[in-house]
Each structure stands twice: as structure tokens, then as C-alpha cells.
């Protein structure tokens, strides 16, 4: 069978399952799946793809595209594999990180600034005359919109 014909097909088992669930209404039906069985496995419809077809060599006809499709499934895997062993490296160093003594570590000087994904001149303007400004620092003039925050 090829490819866009095992499409149609899926696509109304998918139909015929969805009327099948009305029909019966039943508990049971809610927290069922549809897979796809060739014989020597099954893949579970939600995770179906060519990616996935690819992992399942016995699914395929060992024909050139068949075979590049492996291919190109496998050497997914192999770099699936490398992405899950960084985060492992990832996540160790976030723990350390995490653990780092803070005592003795100093920063250079800097500010608290208001971004706005708005802008509105009028608004702006109010909050540089407010409390929470830093007037020595901000920019009173129209044409700044930069407000810095006391500290």
C-alpha cells in the first residue's frame, strides 16, 4: 500500500472511531486510542509520523525510499540520544550553578528601567513626576520614554 493510501485509510478509521464513540457513549471509549498494527508492533495514532514509520523497519517496504526513511529515522534517534545526554550535562551544571557561595561575588553598578510593550507619552510622562522614579537619573524630557526606578 502506499503512503497516501495508507493516509485515506487512517483517516477513516479516525472517522469511523469518532462515530463509533458517539454511537456508544460509554466510559470506556473515552480513554481509548486507535493504534496501528503491522504484525511486529504497534504505534499508537497520536505519535504517527514519518519519523516515527522510520523506527519501524517492519512497517516499511525495504525499497529506496523505505530505506532512506530508516536512515533518516535512525540518525534522528542517534541525535534525540545526544540531545537528552546534553541536558543531562545541562541540568548538572544548572545545579551547580544553583549552589554557587554568592558571598564575594559583586556586580558592577547598575539600574532598575520600566520597559512597555505600549507606549503611552501621556502615562509616561505622569510616572517620571511619580514617587518611584529615580529624577536623578531619568531623562525628564518628552522626547525620553526611558523611566528608572528608584532603588
Not at 517496504?61 to 550535562?89: C, D, M, P, S, T
Amino acid at each position: 500500500m502506499d503512503y497516501q493510501e495508507s493516509e485515506l485509510q487512517i483517516k477513516g478509521a479516525v472517522k469511523d472511531f469518532m462515530k463509533l464513540r458517539e454511537s456508544f457513549n460509554h466510559e470506556v471509549l473515552e480513554d481509548s486510542y486507535l493504534v496501528l498494527d503491522y504484525g511486529k508492533g504497534q504505534i499508537p495514532l497520536s505519535k504517527l509520523g514519518l519519523a516515527e514509520m522510520g523506527f519501524h523497519e517492519a512497517l516499511l517496504v525495504k525499497n529506496e525510499r523505505g530505506k532512506y526513511l530508516i536512515n533518516l529515522a535512525q540518525k534522528r534517534g542517534v541525535v534525540e540520544y545526544q540531545i537528552q545526554e546534553l541536558k543531562k550535562i545541562l541540568d548538572g551544571i544548572d545545579r551547580r550553578i544553583s549552589k554557587v557561595n554568592v558571598i564575594g561575588l559583586e556586580l558592577n553598578p547598575f539600574t532598575i528601567e520600566v520597559r512597555f510593550r505600549t507606549l503611552n507619552s501621556e502615562l509616561i510622562q505622569k510616572i517620571k513626576q511619580s514617587e518611584f522614579c529615580d529624577s536623578e537619573k531619568t531623562d525628564m524630557s518628552l522626547a525620553s520614554i526611558r523611566i528608572i526606578l528608584r532603588s
